[in-house]
């Protein structure tokens, strides 16, 4: 519980000063100007007289308890005040000093020093380097924020104090209630996964917004994310999304695997709600925090110009809801209502001339049908526009249906006070058509993650232990990357069906091995030190004959030689080709989440079209399912014009058996399954080509 920082009964603002261009001062006056209940106790070595408040010099001179401590003062006289709040008993410090570990290894240590203070007296930290907390439900602003933003129902979350401040400010312009703002800075001790924890608890928190600049802790976040996102919606906005990371990894996963996917991953396995951009964030939670949840993708809009509503039916189809069809009793009503030259159908065009009473009559009809789900109120200012009275009227109706209403009421200075009656009464308004459709796409993602199956993670039959021999072999002979042959024999004691494969290490063998095949073979080039064998001239497709098999053996050997001097050549592997489709499963590290698992199109086309989809490794069967049919092009598999219906219930266990390889040994550190064979349906996939690395 972290009630210490929402419900004080009692703060002390240690380095509060009399000065008022400081933020010892800023800080003591929003807390007493926000109108905190509780005591207030101002902390200052010279002692005296603070904003009418006794000045104490330090913190055990307080007789009373003290819950909460502000700290405001140079980083380098932090960690003994601290001290001093733990032996006072406090039981929670909000450092908003900076100097820490933002600061190089100076600052680093200090930080260190004051995470063992705090684990010491059992105190919870928010901070340092941060902006403070805000709770306008207990009327609390412990921070430097310019003021108090309105009593609302979303929670936001801040790694930037500055973006913090940005958004508050934004917040209180457009009258968007919050119900807890916390900045958490460096986050020593409290992080975003304490805080969505605590949010999701809160009676008075509808959404929990984010502003993340990483996880330090994947799997828990996953966890406790998957938890609340039960209870009410998350909805994080993350920084940094093209920065591209593993540029040193050797794998097809590893180079396409940018630094961003795993966070995707982990949002979809634990239903989080990712935005674009602070608007979208903001556009999200509007909807969330102030309407019901959308029950359908049934969208009716309601306009008095035809313009914006062809926008928003564009935006409709664009992002995968539907377009209501009325009922034959609705548009017969409508008919009866509107001018003749009004459009009856979805969406309803009342005309420009529409006075605030037949809108809304024309509005209730709408929600009134069982086809809709949800309304969009358009309204652009025209000449005889009641648009306070029409905004009136979207209020008044929308409270006889638990139906998603928005609004999309259009314009800059006529239109304001109609949007301020829309906003004041929980109908959330978008200038733009656009916004309003997307903002209803969010709704509709969350109640399908709601109402799916999540899935199990089965359990299969392995040979754990042999796998566990084979890997302290590897890691006893120093190989920390192993190739086709060894990789096959690995992933066949999980119970993935493998090519059949023979390694000739000279021209008489390869002849031999061809005729055991005795078919039309593939043959590639086996050496520890080239890892992309095509870019070396080491795959030869389609060899019929002995001959050619024979030729193809010379020319492989003598293009990895050309490729790379030094290279050491164990042989040529020669398989049988097999008739199917070629996808890629392969596995890389992430820093925050562990191993992240890949599925998409195989082969060369893998980096070329990176149509592919991932997951943070536990996955469970709906992720499998998820994962094969997120890829564009997963049509392939299910059937396409001559192109037979592809086993995708082997993929599926395929999958799910690499997930839990990696499991298992968390030393596995990359993996690529390239190509998988995808066979016809019911006939199962047959990993072809396999390479492990693994960190020792």
């Not at 502000?70 to 032996?87: H, L, M, Q, T």
């Not at 020093?113 to 602003?141: H, Q, S």
């Not at 951009?277 to 509007?286: G, H």
């Not at 072809?688 to 960190?695: E, L, M």
Request: aromatic content about 8%.
């Amino acid at each position: 519980m972290l009630t210490q920082f929402f419900n004080p009964e009692s703060v002390a603002v240690i380095g509060a000063s009399t000065n008022p261009e400081k933020l010892g001062f800023k800080v003591l006056k929003n807390i007493i100007d926000g109108g905190f209940e509780g005591k207030i106790f101002p902390v200052n070595p010279k002692g005296g007289e603070i904003l009418n408040l006794k000045c104490y010099k330090n913190i055990s001179e307080i007789s009373e308890k003290v819950d909460l401590a502000v700290i405001i003062i140079p980083s380098k006289f932090v960690c003994e005040v601290a001290k001093e709040c733990g032996e006072k008993g406090v039981k929670g410090l909000i450092v908003i000093s900076a100097g820490f570990k933002e600061t190089g290894e100076e600052g680093k240590k200090r930080e260190e020093e004051l995470k063992e203070i705090v684990k010491k007296y059992k105190m919870r930290l928010i901070g340092p380097n941060c902006l403070g907390v805000i709770d306008p439900v207990n009327k609390l602003n412990a921070s430097f924020a310019f003021e108090m933003p309105p009593k609302g129902k979303i929670s936001f979350i801040t790694q930037s104090g500055a973006l913090g401040t940005a958004i508050l400010d934004w917040a209180c312009r457009e009258n968007i209630g919050l119900s807890k703002f916390v900045s958490y800075g460096n986050k020593a001790d409290v992080s975003e996964i304490d805080l969505i924890e605590e949010f999701g608890k809160d009676p008075n928190t509808n959404a929990i917004l984010l502003y993340l600049e990483g996880i330090d802790n994947g799997r828990e976040f996953i966890n406790v994310a998957k938890k609340i996102s039960q209870k009410k919606p998350i909805i994080i906005v993350k920084s940094g999304r093209t920065e591209q990371g593993g540029k040193a990894v050797s794998s097809h996963t590893g180079s396409i695997a940018g630094s961003d996917s795993a966070y995707d991953a982990a949002f979809i396995q634990s239903g989080v709600i990712r935005a674009n951009s602070v608007e979208e964030l903001f556009d999200y939670a509007l909807i969330f925090s102030y309407q019901p949840l959308l029950k359908g993708d049934r969208i009716a809009i309601v306009t008095n110009a035809g313009g914006p509503a062809v926008m928003a039916v564009d935006a409709i189809e664009r992002e995968g809801l539907k377009l209501a069809t009325f009922k034959e009793k609705t548009e017969k009503f409508l008919k009866e209502l509107l001018p003749p030259a009004a459009n009856i159908h979805n969406p309803v065009d009342a005309l420009g001339d529409v006075l605030a009473d037949t809108y809304g009559k024309t509005l209730d009809t709408v929600l009134s049908d069982e086809n809709v789900d949800g309304v969009i109120a358009i309204l652009t200012p025209q000449v005889v526009t009641q648009i306070p009275e029409t905004a009136e009227k979207v209020v008044e109706i929308s409270k006889k249906y638990n139906k998603t209403v928005v609004g999309c009421f259009m314009g800059g200075k006529r239109i304001a006070k109609g949007i301020d009656i829309l906003q004041n009464n929980s109908i959330p308004n978008y200038l733009f058509p656009e916004r309003a459709v997307f903002s209803l796409k969010g709704m509709s993602l969350y109640r399908k993650y709601l109402e799916k199956d999540k899935g199990k993670i089965p359990e299969f039959e392995v040979e754990k232990e042999k796998v566990g021999e084979l890997i302290k072999k590897f890691k006893e002979e120093g190989k920390r990357n192993i190739g086709d042959i060894e990789g096959r024999e690995m992933i066949s004691l999980y119970g993935i069906k493998v090519i059949n494969s023979f390694l000739a290490r000279n021209k008489e063998e390869c002849v031999e091995y061809f005729k055991r095949i005795g078919k039309n073979v593939v043959m590639k080039l086996v050496s520890p030190d080239i890892l992309h064998k095509t870019e070396a001239g080491g795959v030869k497709m389609n060899i019929t004959t002995p001959e050619e098999a024979e030729k193809a053996f010379e020319e492989i050997v003598k293009s990895a030689k050309e490729y790379k001097k030094d290279a050491e050549i164990i042989g040529v592997q020669i398989q049988p080709i097999l008739k199917g489709v070629e996808v890629i499963v392969g596995v890389t590290q992430d820093p925050q989440f562990g191993h992240l698992l890949m599925f998409g199109l195989g082969g060369i086309y893998v980096e070329l079209l990176k149509d592919v989809s991932f997951r943070v490794i536990p996955i469970t069967t709906t992720d499998a399912e998820e994962m094969i049919e997120e890829i564009k092009t997963s049509q392939i598999l299910s059937g396409f014009r001559n192109i037979p219906e592809r086993d995708k219930e082997g993929i599926k266990d395929v999958l799910l058996r690499i997930s839990k390889l990696c499991t298992d040994f968390p030393e596995i550190k990359e993996m690529d399954i390239n190509p998988l064979i995808v066979m016809e349906k019911g006939k199962g996939a047959i990993a072809v080509d396999v390479r492990i690395s693994f960190k020792f």
